[in-house]
């Protein structure tokens, strides 16, 4: 009598248990969209010593005392002593052109004649009241990339 007992309730609790089981099976059926999607979502992992932000040229590209335009990205990228990196949006500030020259210290608008300063866009010739955004950049050996 007691081993069959036992042999029920053992049957009877393997038969709950599945029961249970079942349960949590078509639960997360039901709701596989909404419970597993925040972590089948999240963001791709980056390697942690993977470079911050996009290569956009080299640093022998940029003269010292001097600077290059990138039209595409809008952004001026300057060196105004060697080995010193600096970055401005390429919108001019008066009226929205993009500059087109970065000669003589100065990086300079074609629409009205305003010139910033390569050293940090200030304003060296007017109309434009206001300097060039500084634009955030890294220079990791000889890529500079813009973050
Ligand atoms: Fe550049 Fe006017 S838009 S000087």
């Known amino acids: 009598m007691t081993n069959s007992s036992t042999r029920r309730t053992v049957l009877a609790t393997g038969?709950?248990?599945l029961a249970v089981g079942c349960m949590g099976c078509?639960?997360?059926g039901k709701s596989s969209g909404s419970a597993a999607s925040p972590t089948a979502a999240a963001s791709p992992t980056k390697s942690p010593g993977?470079?911050?932000g996009r290569?956009?040229?080299s640093t022998a590209d940029i003269p010292v005392g001097g600077g290059k335009i990138f039209k595409v990205?809008?952004?001026v990228v300057t060196q105004p002593k060697?080995?010193?990196f600096k970055a401005f949006s390429?919108?001019?500030t008066h009226e929205g052109c993009t500059v087109a020259r970065v000669a003589d210290g100065t990086i300079d608008c074609?629409?009205?004649g305003s010139k910033f300063r390569v050293a940090d866009g200030s304003v060296a010739h007017g109309p434009a009241m206001k300097p060039l955004p500084a634009k955030h950049i890294t220079v990791e050996g000889n890529s500079i990339r813009v973050v």
């Open 15 to 17: 038969v709950a248990t």
């Open 26 to 28: 078509s639960n997360s």
């Open 50 to 52: 993977a470079p911050a």
């Open 55 to 57: 290569a956009l040229t």
């Open 73 to 75: 990205q809008k952004i």
């Open 82 to 84: 060697k080995g010193e």
């Open 90 to 92: 390429a919108i001019c």
């Open 110 to 112: 074609p629409c009205h």
